[in-house]
């Protein structure tokens, strides 16, 4: 089970990389935090669009290579 909070842009002070597109959550931007219950390391950043979508991705989504790393 996932614990997961949504994020104002006021409270977001720096960039993250989303794991559902792998592009860049810039800083003040609204968007999702989801981890499991048990596990606070599994802590991830996502745009609330990848996190409404993430049950209908595809296994193996090829996402851009070239995209800067956090």
């Not at 960039?15 to 390391?41: F, K, N, S």
Request: net charge positive; glycine share 2%; charged share 30%.
């Amino acid at each position: 089970m996932y614990i997961v909070r949504k994020l104002t842009g006021s409270s977001s002070n720096k960039p993250y990389r989303c794991p559902g597109c792998d592009q860049v959550i810039p800083m003040a931007t609204p968007h999702t935090v989801a981890w499991l219950e048990d596990d606070e390391e599994s802590r991830r950043h996502w745009h609330n669009a990848c996190w409404a979508k993430k049950d209908k991705r595809r296994p193996n989504t090829e996402r851009t290579r070239n995209a800067p790393r956090f």
